[in-house]
């Protein structure tokens, strides 16, 4: 390899690597970083030497009378050398005061987020206060001593989200915590709804106070899917319990208890559309009560049953498919009232529902939570509920 094609790749190479570069004359073959240390610094006297050795201008022997035998010439050499010494440490220590100065900046930008941290620190002082102190309270019981039993329901036509909310001045954004006790489970209150304002507004007229005297921490969320329900609960809180709700769908006994167990729950016994006997054998739809971890690992609702019927069957199946048992209330505690409505437009009967169902052993792993695409549109928080609006169409 020729001398001048090993030029052109180390000075190749030292363009890449260093985007400064200062040349000596010497063949442009000192390259210098100025963020070198002193360490790099070092190497580069020694190769400066090196080329200095290829030129034959070597050190003569030392002894005790070198000063006799140096030249001038010579002495120019060594005095080029420990100019370029010199260079190079004060190169490194103003390397070092620069750096210093650039990090004053950086000082001062941290101590403003210190200072920044310590007002915020002021401010949330109250809602650290109210954690220590709900955090020694005591555990609530497992049966509420505010129970009332059986409720009669009624429903005024002309009721406002106003009224509710005046009703339930406790909620905020959806949620409550008990003042007295320390709730036993975090609930999160699931209601698929599209074009049921009304039904929504009976449900949480009763409801709210209903979970209430159950003293329950619970948040409500309105979504079009539950499994989008659950996802988008999951990113708020670690939620304990879900409860899949209808929204026409209100209880009547607040001795039904919104809570999960350590098997998946039908609250819905009866209603007053069936004489308030189970619609069929094995139905497990309307309200269902499942852990955070027992729909997880049933990998939620599936994905596939669009319009009206069978997703509940679907998540029986599931369940069963794990070999967990679907437990219920009592029939006189278990009983809801149904709010008589028309079949929504564009939720017509699914016929491929019953294909879906035979499918479900062996594609409940890949169709449910880990398959739910849907693009987020918007998160309303409203002081009864959070409104989660999504789009299944165009993907997220």
Request: proline share 4%; with cysteine.
């Amino acid at each position: 390899m020729g001398e001048e094609q090993r030029k052109g790749e180390k000075a190749t190479f030292c363009r890449e690597a260093s985007p400064h570069r200062v040349e000596t004359g010497c063949e442009g073959l000192l390259e210098w970083n100025y963020q070198a240390e002193a360490g790099i610094a070092l190497s580069v006297v020694i190769r400066f030497a090196i080329r200095l050795e290829k030129l034959n201008l070597k050190l003569p022997a030392c002894n005790m009378s070198f000063n006799v035998t140096f030249h001038l010439s010579y002495k120019f050499r060594l005095l080029l050398l420990f100019t370029l010494c010199l260079t190079v440490v004060g190169w490194a220590t103003s390397n070092y005061f620069v750096g210093a100065i650039q990090e004053i900046p950086k000082a001062k930008d941290l101590m403003a987020s210190l200072n920044k941290g310590l007002v915020l620190g002021e401010k949330g002082t109250v809602t650290e206060e109210a954690s220590v102190k709900k955090a020694n309270l005591n555990n609530c019981s497992s049966v509420s001593p505010h129970l009332k039993g059986q409720n009669k329901l009624v429903f005024k036509p002309d009721l406002t989200l106003e009224e509710v909310q005046a009703e339930n001045p406790e909620v905020h954004r959806g949620r409550y915590h008990p003042e007295e006790c320390r709730a036993l489970q975090r609930v999160a209150i699931l209601i698929p709804h599209r074009h049921r304002e009304k039904h929504l507004l009976y449900l949480l007229e009763h409801l709210h106070p209903f979970l209430q005297r159950q003293q329950l921490d619970k948040k409500f969320n309105r979504a079009k899917l539950l499994n989008v329900g659950y996802l988008e609960a999951l990113k708020d809180e670690i939620w304990d319990c879900f409860i899949f709700h209808d929204v026409d769908l209100v209880p009547e006994n607040d001795l039904n208890l919104y809570k999960c167990e350590d098997q998946p729950r039908h609250l819905v016994v009866g209603r007053n559309s069936t004489g308030y006997r189970l619609r069929y054998s094995g139905y497990f739809g309307g309200v269902t009560a499942l852990s955070r971890e027992q729909f997880f690992k049933v990998n939620g609702f599936s994905n596939n049953y669009w319009g009206w019927g069978g997703e509940d069957d679907d998540l029986r199946l599931r369940v069963e498919l794990h070999r967990m048992k679907i437990t219920r209330p009592l029939p006189e505690v278990g009983k809801y009232t149904m709010i008589f409505h028309k079949r929504d437009q564009g939720n017509e009967v699914n016929v491929e529902r019953m294909k879906l169902l035979h499918q479900v052993s062996r594609v409940w792993r890949t169709d449910g939570l880990s398959s739910c695409d849907y693009k987020l549109l918007s998160v309303d928080y409203n002081p009864l509920y959070v409104n989660i609006t999504v789009d299944f169409w165009s993907g997220p």
